[in-house]
């Protein structure tokens, strides 16, 4: 089944313990994006990937990293969590330009 | 660069009444619009896309879009809705040229009333 997998689906953690969340796909999509949904404020870009060793910022991409080492894992990292970026997060992915995105089941993230 | 404005984020409708939920984009360039549907507790999933040809657009669950490129609009309509339409729905654009970033609205709340 072709799918994006995020783990874990829920953490809560503390200021300052970094942490990542994986996101893997199984379709071979070149193009890989982190998300953040907040309320009122819909779906805002964090970073992205064009493929392998290719990423660039998003919208909002104070306080995230990541990496694109392989084609089908694309990691968001936390080096030092801070509360406001307690959020819900989706990963996606896609293939040639124009295509839709497919997207992960999301992560919801407590920073206390 | 690109925005997306969806004015009403909250949108109550009595069940097997149709529905309009409005979408309007800004943009420097030729666009591809897509609408997702996120359902409670889960991603989101593509409810259908305009990229090129007819601009009246169909996609599942009995919805249909138009693009009116005058208006910079597309905006999404069914004829009847059911309860199992209730979820938050997302309209997005990105550049036909140039990177690839997806830009998303910031959602309307569809709430069917029994």
């Known amino acids: 089944e072709a799918q994006v997998t995020q783990n874990p689906r829920y953490l809560i953690t503390v200021t300052g313990k970094k942490l990542t969340v994986t996101c893997s796909q199984n379709?071979?999509?070149?193009?890989m994006s982190w998300y953040r949904q907040d309320p009122g404020l819909g779906l805002r870009q964090i970073y992205y990937?064009?493929?392998?060793?290719?990423?660039d910022k998003g919208d909002v991409p104070e306080g995230y990293k990541v990496s694109r080492k392989e084609k089908r894992n694309f990691p968001l990292i936390l080096e030092s969590p801070s509360p406001n970026q307690t959020s819900l997060y989706f990963c996606?992915?896609?293939?040639?330009?124009?295509?839709?995105?497919?997207f992960g089941n999301g992560t919801r993230l407590t920073v206390t | 660069a690109q925005s997306v404005t969806q004015l009403d984020s909250q949108v109550p409708v009595f069940e097997e009444a149709p529905v309009e939920l409005r979408c309007n984009y800004s943009?420097?360039?030729?666009?591809?619009l897509f609408w997702y549907v996120q359902y409670p507790n889960q991603g989101l999933q593509l409810l259908l896309k305009?990229?090129?040809?007819?601009?009246l657009v169909k996609g599942i669950n009995g919805f249909e879009a138009e693009f009116n490129k005058s208006q910079t609009s597309f905006h999404l309509r069914k004829p009847s809705v059911h309860i199992s339409d209730t979820a938050e729905y997302f309209c997005?654009?990105?550049?036909?040229?140039?990177?690839?970033?997806?830009?998303f609205g910031t959602g309307t709340r569809l709430t069917i009333i029994p």
């Open positions: 990937s064009m493929n392998v060793e290719v990423t």
């Open positions: 379709m071979n999509h070149e193009y």
């Open positions: 305009y990229l090129s040809g007819s601009t």
């Open positions: 943009s420097s360039v030729s666009v591809y």
């Open positions: 997005a654009v990105t550049p036909f040229f140039g990177n690839e970033k997806l830009t």
């Open positions: 996606a992915s896609s293939s040639p330009r124009g295509s839709p995105l497919h």
